[in-house]
């Protein structure tokens, strides 16, 4: 996935393509464990979208952690509404890949799924992440609420003093709330539970956090 070059640089709202009213129809379940990939979910459940590069190493990073309900690959931080896969490749949606995570949060920590996050990738890439070129790679954070923001921020700050220390420049990684997420398409659900062997860009620093 992406091994070429791609706009370097967000598009505008006015120039973003329009997509459609429609939602990418996506399975009922979730390929791994069988639980739902849509919502609406149990009101004691939280909700984070990770961005960090190719989604499809990103959501196994997650679907296997003890109390993550459910994941599902999806598109954030644009301006075009339900968009395909191709329209978030050609850089004009402003939609970067992400992971929808659904946890209990009496069974795992939003500082462990940080863990994982920040571990699992290289935030300070930018508009990149390895050999994946293009705005749809960088690395994000889209909270659900103030209180996840905050908890957020102080873990990049965190970060920032342990990849610092070992000679690495500063995050990339955006941090907004309550950001729109869009299902990916049926086929990139779950994608390397379904092709064992499917191409993984993903590669963390080695930095722990």
């Known amino acids: 996935m992406g091994l070429f070059s791609k706009p ?4 505008s709202k006015e ?3 329009p997509g459609r009213p429609e939602p990418i ?9 069988g639980r739902p990939l849509q919502g609406p979910f149990d009101a004691a459940l ?7 590069g190719c989604f499809w190493g990103a959501e196994r990073k997650f679907w296997s952690l003890p109390g993550v309900v459910t994941t599902a690959a999806g598109y954030a931080g644009g301006h075009t509404p339900n968009p395909s896969y191709e329209e978030v490749c050609s850089g004009q949606t402003g939609h970067t ?13 939003f500082e ?4 994982t996050f920040w571990e699992s990738h290289d935030p300070t890439q930018g508009m990149r992440q390895g050999n994946d070129l293009g705005t749809q790679y960088r690395s994000s954070i889209y909270t659900a609420n103030a209180h996840q923001t905050a908890i957020a921020k102080t873990s990049l700050q965190h970060f920032q003093q342990q990849l610092t220390s070992a000679g690495y420049p500063s995050i990339t990684t955006e941090i907004r709330e309550t950001v729109p997420f869009y299902y990916a398409e049926h ?9 064992p ?12 956090y």
């Open 97 to 109: 890949e992400v992971v929808l995570v659904v946890w209990d949060p009496a069974e795992i920590s």
């Open 46 to 52: 939280q909700q984070v979208q990770f961005g960090m």
């Open 187 to 195: 086929y990139h659900q779950q994608y390397l539970a379904k092709v």
């Open 25 to 33: 129809p996506v399975p009922a379940q979730h390929f791994v464990h």
């Open 15 to 17: 120039n973003a393509l």
């Open 8 to 11: 370097a640089t967000l598009p």
């Open 112 to 115: 462990t799924l940080l863990t």
């Open 197 to 208: 062997n499917g191409y993984c860009g993903l590669g963390g620093t080695g930095v722990c």
